[in-house]
Structures are given as C-alpha cells and as structure tokens.
C-alpha cells in the first residue's frame, strides 16, 4: 500500500497552511525542480513502495512492534500505555526509514554522492549505512560542539567509511550542518543528492521525509487496533525537526479522537533562554531560513537564537512545517520536557519496563508520565520511542552522577597514557 | 559593484572602505546585513556575517551607514541580505528604509522570483530594482521567467557553488551569459569568484557589471588601507 493521505500533502509551493515553501539560492532551483518530479514520478509508480518497504523489512528490521507497557501502566495509575518501537530499527531509530528511502531515490536518479547533516549522529550513521549498502559515497555535515558530545556515532560513521566534517560556523550545532549541507550541494547538485534527516527545509524535503516516516504511523494505527483493540486516545511523540512525530502523527491524523501531542525540548527550563521550545510556551515566530517558513527561535530582527537540550537531536532552531501548522490549526498538542524530567522519565522506562529510550524519546515519555494518571483506564497512551538510549551513554552516565562509570574512563584513559 | 559586509571588520573599518571605494570611482556598492544563516554565502562571507553579528551590528547600524553614504558620498547602495531580515522589518517598513538611505535596491539571494509579489510592488511604488540572479544551472525557461522580473540589472552568478571561491572566468561563461542576454534586456552584472583586473577585462563586452566580493574583503584584511587603495584603481581602470 503507498503512503497516500491527502490530509498530510502540501498544497502548491509546498505549503501546508502559511508554512513551507522553497527558499534557496537560484543555483538550486532546478535541483530541487528535479527531485521533486523524481519523487513524484517514484511515487506514481506502484512498485516503489513495495520496494521500499521490502528492503525496511529485509534490512532494517520492519515492521517495529508495539509493546504493551503493564509496570509503568500500574506505576502511572491511568491510561494504559504502549509503546511504538522504533529504537529496534537497524542503527537504532527512525532515521533509517527516511534515509533509506531517499537512498532508493538517489539511485533511481542516478546520483553517485550523498550528503547529509547530523545533529545527535543517528541520521549521519543512518546515512553512512544506507551509503554502505547502496555502494554511494557519503559525506556527513555535523556541527563541531556535537561532533563532542556524540564521538561514538563520529566514529561509526567514519568506520562505515563516510567522510565526516566538523562544521565550526555559527553555535556549531545542528543549523549550521544543515547551512553547510545547501553550501556543498549548491556545488555538487550534478552527481549529489542531499540527504535531509528531518521534515523541514526546502520544498519538497518536509513531504519526502514525512512520506517515508508515514510508515510508522500506519504500522502504529493498525497494531493498536489489534494488540490494544482501539485506537489510542493519545499520541506522543518528541519533535527536534519533528520527522519521527510527523511520521507517527500521519497514521491517526483523520481519527479526531486521538489526540496528538508533540514535546520539545524544555532544557533547563522555558525562562532560561536554554531550550529548544518553539511553539509550546510560544517563544517562536514566524520567519525564513534554511530554505523555508516556519517557526523559528530569533530574535526581534530575525537572526537566530543558540538552542539548548541535553538530547542533541532536539537542539534545533526550526520544526517542520506540517507540525508548526497542525499546531495552527489545533490538530497537534505541543509540550516541552525539561532536563531533569527526561533523565527521570529515562530512568522510569529502564527500571520499570526494561526500555531504553534514547534522551530525545524520553521527551515523549516525559510528557506522558505526566498526563497519563489523568486518564482513565478506558483509555490508551501510545508513545513513539524513536530511538534507543546506548548512544548517550556518555550524557546519561553524566547526568545520573555514576561515580562507577567515571571511574572506568579513568581507568580506561590511563590504559591509553601508559 | 563591490560589496561589503556591514560591521565586518568594524563599523569603521566600512566607512574607510566606502570612502576608498568612492576615491577611486566604484560606481555601485552592495552593502550586506549580516543574518545568523547566510546559506548563498561561503566560509569567509560566513565568518564575516556572525562576526559582525557579535560586535552589534544590527539594523540601526545598518541603516545609519548607508544614510552616510547617501549625504556624504558619490557612491550608489544596494542592500544585499536575507529574505528573513525583510520578512521581520515588513515588505513596507524594509522599502521605505532602502528609499531613505537613497538605496537604489535589493539583492535576497534566498528569495525566489514567485515568492516575492508583495516585496516587489512595494519596491516599484518606491523606484527600487529587486535585483534578479540568474545561474549557470538555470534552464532557458527558467531564465526567460526570471527575466520577466528583471530590474536595475540581473546578477549572474559566474559559476556553481557558493560566494569566496575562485572562477575560471573563461570556461563556459560566455554562452551562460549569451543565454542570460537573451532572457533580459536590463544590463548584466557578473560575480562569485571575480578577483583581479584579468578578470573584469575577459568580461568585457559580455557583461557591463563586474562584481567584486569576498576578494575585495581579504585584500582590506590583509593589507589595510594601503593595498586595498591601489587595489580598487587597478580594478576601476580596468573596467571603465
Ligand atoms: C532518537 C532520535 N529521536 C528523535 C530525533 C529528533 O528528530 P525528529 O524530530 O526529526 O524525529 C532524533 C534526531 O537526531 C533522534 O536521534
């Protein structure tokens, strides 16, 4: 079955309400001109989806699982609460449906080079697998503050044999990859495809992603109907640019009964400055940038506020344009986690239900332990768990003080002095 | 044209290049508002937007400058920045601003043709030209639509890419622009990569603008007033 809901496709220009549309340097215009007509003409053709979700099952390990979730269901004393797997995906979350996708793409279009940005590393290793495994050369943007705080995934990529560079430009995070990532490719466009990691940027980036993603909200809705026997009433998900939201969101988007909540990142705390809280608390506004409109963290004359998360994949500036208007249009709930409750609710999941979500995930877990006592237990929670948590080993260890994790790097560090 | 980052290197240092670039008789000077995500912009271009950025550097230093230009100099302004600084300010407030620093238009290298109806109309109403580019990519019938909005004159970009790196000015460039000749007939600026008095003579009788950017900023940074000065002759004598 192809990814086809009227209910989630732009309209023309690529808008979807007030938000969207394609603002690049002319040099791109007749890039992006051509990979829209090829995804359409993908899209057209019957077989490419079924291709699509051959090789998601075959290789990366589709479909996900919906867990029922019976300890944190008698912790929580409400709704009952599952959860979407996505962190049982090869490489470990999401990122691998869109990325995979978009590598059918490439090749479709004959293009030989990828490149993408990363924030946390998830969709720069995605990116160098499917470069991998599709034999395409791959080089991966990645902001130099996060090229720190996420090593291990720098080193994955590169051992997958992607190129892998520090972007030192502006707060050196995930903006700035994105900003290096439309630089390359308005030299490289003839042999290179621009592998976007997220639903936002120029048209038609926000509907290819949200299409690929759509596969996990119509696996979600219909293992719902049959592990819990309902659609859920609620819908979690976190939202950096908002891709593994969009995806979820898609499959419930036409039941009026599911409400939709999207959680960003609180940070430190809404008053701090240090967050990446866009539309809830409403600090952002409307603007241009990166290629299209949308809502943005900037200030008064439009220039662009440093963004804060403990989770590196929610520290962006900008959300996808769907999501900033379902949020318009009251479709989607937006919410923001703070630090300290995500680390909690992190520590909840593993203790209570032996999963591991990544820090970003746990921002969908942390707005829902928080409503979910509310709820009766008539109703059902669903929350996407779009990564796993190994990957932030180094933040986690760090923000729960193990004083035993401490002492191996030390001792692990001094192995590597003598 | 030659072009500056405003508040790149410093406020002051913009003042003793537009009176430099007046001394020497550069007729058209593009004056560029630093934005945190200058995506048409190469790494020293970059480098120069968040670091004037840092100093302060914001609309009303902006447009203080450019309204000394106006009073005190010869030179013609045009305001280069992004579509996001004009979105903020409103299609009316960012005319009337341009109009009264004697601007004589606009370059918004991040805002398409079909997207600028509003901003446009406003601009005509006030005699200013939303300066178009045209690229070495772009089809015949992408250039005839561009050419349908030209203004002032039409910016083409002499190679792929971003701004700052070098352009062989001999490969291709004459059947690009050939086909942007037949798209528009207000005259043709040539940038990106444009360096030295070789470059502005190769453009002659293809082009009847030559731009001068990021090179213009690493001379004044590497050598001062005193090399930028020599400079800009060798580069006006060749192109007049
Ligand atoms: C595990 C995980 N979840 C969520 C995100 C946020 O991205 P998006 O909002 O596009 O799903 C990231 C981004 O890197 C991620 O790695």
């Known amino acids: 079955m192809a990814a086809e809901h009227a209910s989630w496709e732009p309209g023309p220009g690529g808008y979807y309400g007030e938000f969207g549309g394609s603002f690049v340097p002319e040099i791109l215009h007749e890039t992006l001109a051509e990979l829209r007509e090829a995804f359409d003409e993908a899209r057209q053709d019957p077989a490419f989806w079924g291709t699509y979700t051959d090789l998601m099952s075959g290789y990366a390990g589709r479909p996900t699982p919906v867990t029922h979730c019976p300890s944190l269901t008698r912790l929580l004393g409400g709704a009952k609460v599952y959860v979407k797997r996505e962190d049982l995906n090869h490489t470990g979350a999401h990122k691998v449906n869109n990325v995979m996708g978009q590598g059918l793409l490439a090749q479709r279009m004959g293009k030989r080079r990828v490149i993408a940005e990363t924030g946390a590393g998830q969709h720069g290793v995605a990116t160098a697998t499917m470069a991998a495994r599709l034999g395409l050369a791959c080089t991966i943007y990645m902001g130099e503050e996060d090229v720190a705080r996420q090593y291990p995934n720098v080193f994955w990529m590169r051992q997958l044999g992607a190129e892998v560079v520090a972007v030192k430009e502006g707060n050196r995070t995930l903006k700035d990859a994105i900003n290096a990532c439309l630089r390359d490719w308005a030299e490289s466009m003839h042999d290179t495809l621009y592998v976007l990691g997220t639903v936002c940027g120029p048209h038609p980036f926000p509907q290819i992603v949200t299409y690929f993603q759509s596969i996990i909200g119509q696996e979600a809705r219909g293992q719902m109907l049959e592990v819990a026997g309902q659609l859920p009433s609620r819908v979690y998900a976190c939202v950096g640019g908002g891709s593994n939201a969009s995806g979820i969101f898609t499959g419930f988007l036409d039941d009026p009964a599911t409400e939709l909540i999207g959680v960003e990142a609180g940070g430190r705390g809404p008053d701090t400055g240090l967050h990446a809280s866009r539309l809830a608390g409403g600090q952002g506004t409307s603007g241009v940038a990166q290629g299209y409109r949308t809502v943005f963290l900037q200030n008064e004359e439009g220039l662009m506020h440093d963004t804060y998360s403990v989770a590196a994949g929610l520290d962006y500036i900008g959300i996808g344009p769907l999501l900033a208007h379902l949020h318009q249009t009251g479709r989607v709930r937006f919410e923001s986690a703070t630090d300290d409750e995500v680390v909690e609710s992190l520590r909840l999941a593993m203790r209570h239900e032996g999963l591991v979500p990544a820090l970003e995930s746990a921002h969908a877990f942390a707005a829902a332990f928080r409503e979910v006592p509310d709820l009766s237990p008539q109703d059902t929670v669903l929350i996407n768990q779009s990564g796993r948590g190994d990957k932030d080993i180094f933040t986690v260890a760090d923000a729960l003080g193990d004083e035993e994790w401490r002492e191996f790097l030390r001792q692990r560090a001094a192995g590597y002095d003598a | ?240």
């Open chain 2, 1 to 240: 044209m030659t072009h500056l980052v405003v508040g790149y290197p410093s406020l002051d240092a913009n003042w003793s290049m537009l009176q430099a670039m007046d001394r020497a008789g550069v007729d058209l000077v593009e004056l560029q508002l630093p934005f945190s995500e200058p995506i048409a912009d190469g790494p020293s271009f970059v480098r120069a937007n968040h670091e004037a950025i840092r100093s302060g550097t914001g609309w009303r230093e902006y447009f203080d400058l450019a309204g000394r230009a106006a009073a005190e100099l010869d030179l013609t302004t045009l305001f280069m920045g992004y579509y996001n600084s004009v979105v903020q300010m409103g299609a009316a407030q960012f005319c009337e601003q341009l109009a009264k620093g004697r601007m004589s238009g606009f370059i918004v290298p991040d805002l398409p043709p079909e997207e600028g109806g509003e901003l446009y109309a406003v601009a005509r109403s006030l005699e200013l030209d939303p300066v178009q580019i045209m690229t070495p990519t772009n089809s015949r019938a992408r250039l005839q639509e561009i050419g349908r909005h030209a203004s002032g004159f039409v910016y083409c970009a002499a190679r792929t890419g971003v701004t700052g790196r070098q352009t062989d000015v001999s490969q291709g460039l004459g059947d690009f622009l050939g086909r942007c000749r037949e798209a528009t007939s207000v005259p043709l600026g040539v940038g990106f990569g444009i360096r030295t008095p070789d470059d502005i003579r190769a453009l002659r009788g293809s082009a009847e603008i030559a731009i001068v950017g990021t090179a213009g900023t690493e001379v004044w940074l590497e050598q001062g007033l005193t090399g930028y000065e020599p400079y800009l002759d060798s580069l006006v004598a060749e192109a007049t």
